[in-house]
């Protein structure tokens, strides 16, 4: 096992699924609530008094023509789409709030955000049920009943998400479970602003040994977040803790300032990739490009599909895990790791004649704007052709996209145009998603986030 490499920090291409918890999808405003029509009336000025649950403290009015994405049950009301804030009493971020139309009429239930853009989240539809602690138990108890029926007692894989926002009906928190541990990570301000009702809720819920909190940089300050990162409950995991996922072991630092816990929604992708690999180019020589802490090599290693692996990252600290892993799974003699720029290794790769049977592409998350959508999908274009032309014919391509602004259909014309390019024909076998544990909202076509494409090419 050798590590060599050019570079230590990522680049470029930040921010994938955040570590700890994996991704939610970013909110861009729905089309109907676009920000183009000037700032709301607030009516008052925010006090800054703790938010309480229960009773409404404001009425959201929506201007006209404006409340057809809420009918349908999209949670997040922009700024601009509403025409006024009237306050019955102070409110500050995390108050409730019902929603109603320009006419009146009673349209849905949730928390205000005092000072940011994404002025309300949406949480009831019900206007006889009150926004309270009671709702979150609810929704916190749907969650966790639906995961264990999808994976029953912890057992070959105890890492899952067991809580994902708006799918899960709690827009802003995500909720990951690391054997006895939870990470928890809140992406809206109000949520937040009840996080200790939350971690008693999640205490009460699942027992946990330790809850362990952290909040993405971008968006603690779009969300005006102030919750530390570390341990919130309980104790922190021991040194050289390790989870079970398709039956393997895997390393996980869940304490703070680290790239932590896995990126649980691919854990059926990586199986499906060694199925696919073992089938089409079996004991493949394979390229793990933005390979984390070796999850897609190191189980085509341990399933027999791959016969060798190198794992190319920019991170040193995942690397440090993978090569843990690769140890730890018996398979270290068969790994090489790379620590580096993707689009640097792939030039190398190319430079020095190195073909491969089986290449993963699974890049962070390369747009958080729909204004950068165009240069991520060029990036998409010279990764994926980079790794074509790594390929060797009849080889397999498994490619992944996270970024939630990049539809599936967009995803697949990016592919189409790197085909006819490099000339290699490409095969789609499977059109994946995310892990059922990792549950889409229809009315959110945003939150259909991650592609993981398997593809033979010619
Ligand atoms: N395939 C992994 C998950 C990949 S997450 C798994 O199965 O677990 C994306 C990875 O890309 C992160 O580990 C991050 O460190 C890495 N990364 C970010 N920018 C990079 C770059 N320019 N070159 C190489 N790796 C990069």
């Known amino acids: 096992m050798t590590q060599s490499g050019t570079s230590s920090s990522p680049d470029g291409p930040r921010g994938r699924r955040t570590v700890v918890i994996g991704e939610e999808p970013v909110p861009p405003p729905p089309p109907q609530a676009a920000a183009d029509d000037g700032p709301p009336s607030l009516v008052p000025q925010p006090p800054g008094e703790p938010a309480t649950l229960g009773e409404p403290a404001a009425r959201v009015v929506l201007k006209p023509r404006r409340a057809q994405p809420f009918h349908f049950r999209h949670p997040w009301v922009f700024d601009g789409a509403v025409q006024r804030v009237e306050a019955a009493e102070n409110f500050s971020t995390g108050s409730v ?12 239930r ?3 955000h005092a000072d940011a853009n994404l002025k309300l989240r949406l949480y009831s539809w019900d206007p006889d049920r009150p926004l309270d602690r009671g709702l979150f138990a609810e929704r916190i108890a749907s969650a966790a009943n639906l995961r264990s029926r999808l994976f029953g007692a912890p057992s070959a894989t105890d890492a899952r998400r067991e809580l994902f926002s708006e799918a899960d009906g709690l827009s802003g928190l995500t909720v990951d479970r690391y054997g006895e541990y939870l990470a928890v990570q809140f992406t809206a301000g109000p949520l937040a602003a009840h996080a200790e009702t939350v971690f008693d809720l999640l205490e009460e819920q699942y027992s946990p040994k330790g809850i362990v909190v952290r909040t993405e940089k971008g968006m603690g300050e779009a969300e005006n977040i102030h919750l530390s990162d570390g341990v919130v409950r309980g104790e922190a995991p021991p040194e050289g803790f ?11 630092d869940l304490t703070v300032g680290q790239k932590t816990g896995l990126y649980l929604d691919q854990r059926d992708n990586r199986r499906a990739a060694s199925d696919l690999i073992a089938a089409a180019t079996p004991g493949a ?11 897609f090599g190191l189980t085509a290693l341990a399933r027999g599909a791959a016969a060798s692996v190198r794992g190319v990252d920019a991170s040193d600290s995942a690397l440090a895990l993978a090569v843990m892993n690769a140890a730890r799974h018996g398979s270290a003699d068969a790994c090489t790791w790379t620590a580096g720029k993707a689009f640097n290794v792939l030039d190398d790769l190319k430079a020095s004649g190195e073909r491969f049977d089986a290449i993963v592409c699974d890049p962070p998350k390369m747009t958080r704007t729909r204004k950068s959508v165009e240069n991520a999908l060029r990036g998409y274009h010279q990764l994926n052709a980079g790794c074509l032309e790594l390929l060797n014919p009849g080889g ?8 939630g602004l990049i539809s599936r259909e ?6 189409a145009g790197v085909a006819a390019r490099v000339g290699r024909p490409l095969r789609i076998l499977e059109n994946r998603g995310a892990a059922p544990d990792h549950p889409t909202a229809p009315q959110i076509p945003e939150s259909e986030y991650l592609k993981c494409l398997l593809c033979v090419a010619d």
């Open 110 to 112: 949730g928390l205000l």
């Open 410 to 415: 967009k995803f697949g014309q990016m592919l």
């Open 97 to 108: 709030a019902d929603l109603v139309a320009d006419s009146g009429e009673w349209i849905a």
């Open 396 to 403: 397999v391509l498994v490619t992944c996209c996270c970024s």
């Open 242 to 252: 390790a989870v079970e996922e398709n039956g393997l072991r895997w390393g996980v």
């Open 285 to 295: 020589k394979m390229l793990d490009l933005f390979c984390y802490t070796g999850g």
